[in-house]
Nanobody
Framework: VQLQASGGGLVQAGGSLRLSCAASGRTFSNYAAGWFRQAPGKEREFVAT???????VYEDSVKGRSTISRNDAKSAVYLQMNSLKPEDTAVYYCAVRRGISYSSTANEYDYWGQGTQVTVSS
């Protein structure tokens, strides 16, 4: 499975971005997905996850500002981010794990996209 993340860019504080993650190659009938991010000099951190049934979990700092969703017909996962803040600046990675359960733990994911840069200016 190859994951291609896109949709990042430079945006002013308060703006919005929609990140997309498209899967190609072998796809799974049951999978969960997640978004992680890594800022310069920091560890990769969890942002959001969605399970096979569409149940979602968010990291506290993005809760209420972000929405993770999926389109299984398109083998795609999305992250809509609103009210962006400078501290949201990071490289955002999408990830997929086999099975129906979501996870906020990076090493529980089987496939990763290449990352897309999000920069929020103040």
């Amino acid at each position: 499975v190859q994951l291609q993340a896109s949709g990042g860019g430079l945006v002013q504080a308060g703006g919005s971005l929609r990140l997309s993650c498209a899967a190609s190659g072998r796809t799974f009938s049951n999978y969960a997905a997640g978004w992680f991010r890594q800022a310069p000099g920091k560890e990769r951190e969890f942002v959001a996850t969605i399970n096979w049934y569409g149940i979602t979990v968010y990291e506290d700092s993005v809760k209420g500002r972000s929405t993770i969703s999926r389109n299984d017909a398109k083998s795609a996962v999305y992250l809509q981010m609103n009210s962006l803040k400078p501290e949201d600046t990071a490289v955002y990675y999408c990830a997929v794990r086999r099975g129906i359960s979501y996870s906020s733990t990076a090493n529980e994911y089987d496939y990763w996209g290449q990352g897309t840069q999000v920069t929020v200016s103040s």
